[in-house]
């Protein structure tokens, strides 16, 4: 017994190569049914946020040639509700282009002037397929090329998708503060070189990772402030060829309001163009995010590491269960993530590097990867960032007894004494401490070097974490102001 799979239908389109096989119920055209044969490289469509800047950039088009009476009204009004369709991500499934694919974005840009050709038809009661009123070349992209469409896409597709990773940026900072209070009190041994260091308070190192999330937000923030300045106008080569000598300013001025972004014309438009340094900016802040990053969540796993034979001086969050054959073992598993995911983000800023480096006279071709790989970054810190905050982070506790044990056995306590008994000696009774056991108080007691008094001062490791002034120097100081 035979069964029959239903065969999709199609209709024939031309471009300029000839007949082109296109889904009858598709929305895109035959420039796009060529570029998904071409590049069926990796499954991954365009960012969303890329498919709703062309859409923005579409309708400030239409608008600004409506304006100067270089699209009549049905059309341009066709266009524009069809590009609004697009900005709210009616069509984002018939954006099908892999994001590997022909330099300079053509065939995704193509996509977009297809999609909204077809569906302004349809507005205007032809069928799609047809571009009976509205022709994707002629009138969608009427003044305009992908050279100036595709990086004014993709510089505002970047600051619309760093809008989603602010606020997870400042509600991480704001935990980590929140973490700072709550652990003020704790005492716990510093580490530098991985080895014993001074004391250090557990909310005082909680108060550095803070500021280590919002410095990296305004490094990011003033990255993205060279986006702000496009090409859009600068047609093929950015001399503005085909373009009315007012269609830029007016283009601009329409995208900055639909996208609810401060936007200016570029002072060159060649330069524009030419450079997309502003992408590698971008991609680098968001490279020393990822820096960060991975130190904190490394910092996390060792504080965390045990329960009985590591540091453990904090405790992370339970979330899952860490091994298939050790019983109760669980894993700091956000961290991990956390560092994964970062490690994504630096071989991003590679590709975005070499990608900038790549362009050749009055164009690079190579904008579809620095949009994408940018792109991913940011939308995979959000998303990551967001679970460190509220999945990791908001729930450390702090071992207070074991950090106290750590602060009290640590045998650069020795520190506080160089003003005291000089260097050497201090290091003597270091050496003594290793070799014991004993602690740096008990043999300053034991050897009599201090008094009681001088003992609870100077080794109090509470003390030890702001700066001091030796405790004599400090009596001397009081007699001669009083």
Request: proline share 5%; glycine share 6%.
């Amino acid at each position: 017994m035979s069964s029959s799979v239903p065969t999709q239908a199609f209709r024939e389109e031309k471009d300029s190569l000839g007949s082109v096989q296109v889904p009858a119920t598709a929305y895109y055209g035959a420039q796009t049914a060529r570029a998904v044969e071409n590049y069926p490289i990796s499954g991954i469509h365009a960012h969303p946020q890329l498919i709703r800047a062309i859409g923005m950039v579409k309708r400030a088009a239409a608008e600004a040639n409506l304006e100067l009476a270089l699209l009549d009204e049905s059309r341009a009004r066709a266009i524009i509700e069809a590009a609004n369709e697009v900005i709210d991500g009616r069509w984002n499934s018939e954006f099908v282009v892999d994001v590997f694919q022909a330099g300079a974005g053509v065939s995704f840009h193509m996509n977009a002037n297809e999609v909204i050709a077809n569906r302004a038809n349809e507005i205007l009661g032809a069928p799609i397929g047809s571009y009976k009123h509205v022709h994707p070349n002629d009138h969608v992209n009427y003044g305009q090329s992908t050279n100036d469409v595709f990086p004014t896409s993709m510089r505002v597709a970047t600051l619309l998708n760093l809008e989603t990773l602010y606020p997870v940026l400042d509600a991480l900072t704001a935990t980590f503060q929140a973490k700072a209070n709550e652990f003020d009190g704790v005492m716990k041994s510093g580490r530098t070189h991985m080895q014993d260091a001074v004391p250090i308070r557990l909310g005082q190192e909680f108060a550095a990772y803070g500021l280590a999330i919002e410095r990296a937000h305004v490094s990011i923030a003033h990255a993205a402030d060279s986006l702000r300045a496009l090409g859009l106008g600068g047609s093929a080569v950015g001399t503005g060829i085909n373009t009315h000598p007012n269609y830029r300013a007016r283009a601009i001025d329409h995208l900055s309001r639909i996208a609810d972004q401060q936007l200016s014309p570029a002072d060159d438009m060649r330069w524009a163009m030419q450079s997309n340094a502003c992408m590698a900016e971008v991609s680098g802040s968001l490279r020393s995010l990822s820096l960060e990053v991975i130190r904190i969540s490394n910092d996390l796993r060792l504080l965390s590491s045990g329960p009985n034979t590591g540091f453990a001086e904090i405790h992370l969050p339970s979330l899952q269960p860490g091994s298939s054959i050790m019983p109760g073992k669980i894993n700091p598993v956000i961290p991990e993530l956390a560092a994964m995911v970062s490690f994504q983000v630096l071989g991003n800023d590679t590709a975005v590097a070499y990608a900038v480096q790549a362009g050749q006279l009055e164009l690079n071709v190579m904008m579809p990867t620095m949009a994408y790989n940018v792109l991913q970054s940011i939308t995979v810190l959000a998303n990551m960032l967001h679970q460190f905050d509220t999945r990791c982070v908001a729930g450390i506790t702090a071992n207070v007894n074991r950090c106290q044990q750590y602060a009290e056995s640590t045998v650069s306590l020795a520190t506080a004494l160089n003003p005291y008994i000089g260097y050497a000696r201090a290091a003597e009774i270091v050496k003594e401490s290793v070799a014991t056991g004993e602690s740096i108080i008990a043999l300053a007691r034991k050897r009599q070097l201090l008094s009681e008094e001088e003992i609870a001062e100077i080794l109090d490791p509470k003390r030890m974490t702001e700066p001091q002034m030796p405790l004599e120097a400090a009596k001397q100081r009081d007699k001669s102001v009083s």
